[in-house]
């Protein structure tokens, strides 16, 4: 079964520069969320997306902006990179017509910043 | 706000059965979720409980869910090494909103 597709899987980059980690979720789900997890952190929610239009908003910082695109795939843009932005990344998607809710999280982009 | 309290860690013997618990205090949680984290890796679902619900099999994975007390558990029979994992129990208000985490229950089993 096709699984949520996350890329790049890894990045490093430096402090101060700009990172954009993007999320491909699984056929016929029209609900994107994005989770930061810190080292030895549980999942924090930062953003979510349902069809295109921002549905929640977490903890995430002015620094970071996102999107969802009309094929429903969504990017989260990072810039003014901290060493505290280094995690993984994790995006979910869930379909709305079930109405269970069950978010699948894709395998994560791991974030490195120097 | 929404707060998810877990145990650190449990340490099993492989072929005996795992208990890990979770507490919540958000009283409208409706949907509440078990996901399994190996290292490295993503976050797997395991399975999933609606609040109206008071128990859940699924083959190995039984979950128990006392609405009154607030306590989900995720029991694991005949636990194997390769169940060795940290597990996240994760709770949504409702459908569409997000997920609140607990702090992940580290899971080693011993041969």
């Known amino acids: 079964a096709a699984g949520v597709i996350q890329s790049p899987r890894h990045l490093i980059k430096e402090k101060r520069e700009t990172a954009t980690l993007k999320c491909y979720p699984i056929p016929r789900h029209d609900t994107v969320y994005w989770y930061q997890q810190g080292p030895g952190q549980d999942p924090q929610f930062l953003i979510s997306f349902y069809e295109k239009m921002q549905s929640d908003k977490g903890s995430i910082p002015d620094r970071f902006s996102a999107q969802q695109f009309s094929d429903y795939h969504s990017e989260l843009n990072m810039s003014s990179l901290e060493l505290g932005d280094s995690a993984l990344y994790f995006c979910?998607?869930?379909?709305?017509?079930?109405?269970?809710?069950?978010?699948?999280f894709g395998p994560g982009t791991r974030l490195t910043v120097l | 706000g929404e707060d998810v309290e877990q145990s650190l860690f449990l340490s099993v013997r492989e072929g005996d059965s795992s208990v890990i618990n979770c507490t919540y205090t958000d009283s409208s949680s409706t949907y509440l979720y078990w996901y399994k984290q190996e290292p490295g890796a993503g976050l797997q679902l395991l399975t999933y409980?609606?609040?109206?619900?008071d128990m859940k099999q699924d083959q190995r994975l039984t979950v128990l869910l006392n609405k009154k007390d607030k306590h989900l558990s995720l029991r694991i029979a005949d636990t194997q090494t390769g169940d060795s994992a940290i597990y996240f129990c994760?709770?949504?208000?409702?459908?569409?909103?997000?997920?609140?985490f607990g702090g992940g229950t580290r899971v080693l089993v011993k041969p």
């Open positions: 979910a998607s869930s379909p709305r017509q079930g109405r269970t809710d069950t978010q699948y």
């Open positions: 409980i609606f609040s109206n619900m």
């Open positions: 994760a709770e949504s208000p409702t459908a569409g909103n997000k997920l609140t």
